[in-house]
């Protein structure tokens, strides 16, 4: 009985460790690749971004409520009519947080990458292949590449700030 257990043990501790090192492996070698958690925005507000990119530069200034009045009649000559539906104005509208650059969409062929442009480094928002495409990204301290694929169709996103602000180059080959 006591040989058995041993054996048991044995066998349990064996096993612990192989899975264990098995995560361990996996789990550093996929940090830092596509699959981490998404830190992206929805597509809709990235695309709103490039076209406003002001607005989420710099946040617009707050200004106070207007006070309420106290509800009163309408004139005898509005009475018959419906007043029209108040407008939002922009200084009641929620206040987007300030971006650190602009985000900024490119589509290709093969898919959509996403890159924060700040004023001396990039960073990839998101990369979404088409259908049909897979996709691979490379990151170093100066460039983000993100290349899509699909048999012999390759398209490079390529973005770049080792020398001056972030620029972005797209390759088909």
Known sequence: MRRGL???LAWLLATGAAVTLSWWGV???MTGTAYD????LPIKAADAATREPKALATPPERTPPPKR???STPPASTAGRPSPAPTPSPSTAPAAPAAPGRVKSYDTDGGRAVFDLGKTS????SATPGAGWSMQVWKTESWIRVEFSSGADRVSVF?????????VEIGTY
């Open 6 to 8: 041993v054996h048991v």
């Open 27 to 29: 789990h550093t070698v």
């Open 37 to 40: 958690p998404p830190r992206a």
């Open 69 to 71: 009045r106290e509800p």
């Open 122 to 125: 990039a960073s990839l928002v």
């Open 159 to 167: 973005c770049t700030w080792h020398d001056g602000p972030p620029r």
